[in-house]
C-alpha cells in the first residue's frame, strides 16, 4: 500500500523559514509528477509548486523567489524548502503524487495527510 508522509510543519516567525519533506512508501512503479498545496482555513486548497521526475518546476506566483521545490528520487522524498515566509502563507500543507502501480501499470493520484504551517509573531 502506497502512503505519502508529510513531515517538517510548525509555528515560525514572519520572516523565518522551514523544510517540509514528503516521504513515499510502500510498493511501486515509478513516481511521476509530485507537488506541494495548500489550503488555509475557510479556502480551497491551492497548488504551491509541483516537479516532475526529471526535476522540471513550476511555482505559484505567491512563493516564487521564496520557496524552492526539490526531490531525492533515490529516497523517494520530496521537499519544499520555504524562506521569508509571511503570515499568508499559514496553511496546511499537502503533499501531493502521480504514482504507477506494479500490479496495473497505471498512474493513480495519492496525497498526504497535511502538514500544519502557522507564521505569526
Known amino acids: 500500500q502506497v502512503q505519502l508522509v508529510e513531515s517538517g510543519g510548525g509555528l515560525v516567525q514572519p520572516g523565518g523559514s522551514l523544510r517540509l519533506s514528503c516521504a513515499v512508501s510502500g510498493t511501486f512503479f515509478s513516481i511521476n509528477h509530485m507537488g506541494w498545496y495548500r489550503q488555509a482555513p475557510g479556502k480551497q486548497r491551492e497548488l504551491v509548486a509541483t516537479?516532475?521526475?526529471?526535476?522540471?518546476?513550476n511555482y505559484a506566483d505567491s512563493v516564487k523567489g521564496r520557496f524552492t521545490i526539490s526531490r531525492d528520487n533515490a529516497k523517494n522524498t520530496m521537499y519544499l524548502q520555504m524562506n521569508s515566509l509571511k503570515p499568508e502563507d499559514t496553511a496546511v500543507y499537502y503533499c501531493?503524487?502521480?504514482?504507477?502501480?506494479?500490479?496495473?501499470?497505471?498512474?493513480?493520484?495519492?496525497w498526504g495527510q497535511g502538514t500544519q504551517v502557522t507564521v505569526s509573531s
Open positions: 501531493n503524487a502521480d504514482i504507477v502501480i506494479i500490479a496495473t501499470r497505471r498512474e493513480y493520484d495519492y
Open positions: 516537479i516532475t521526475r526529471a526535476d522540471s518546476t
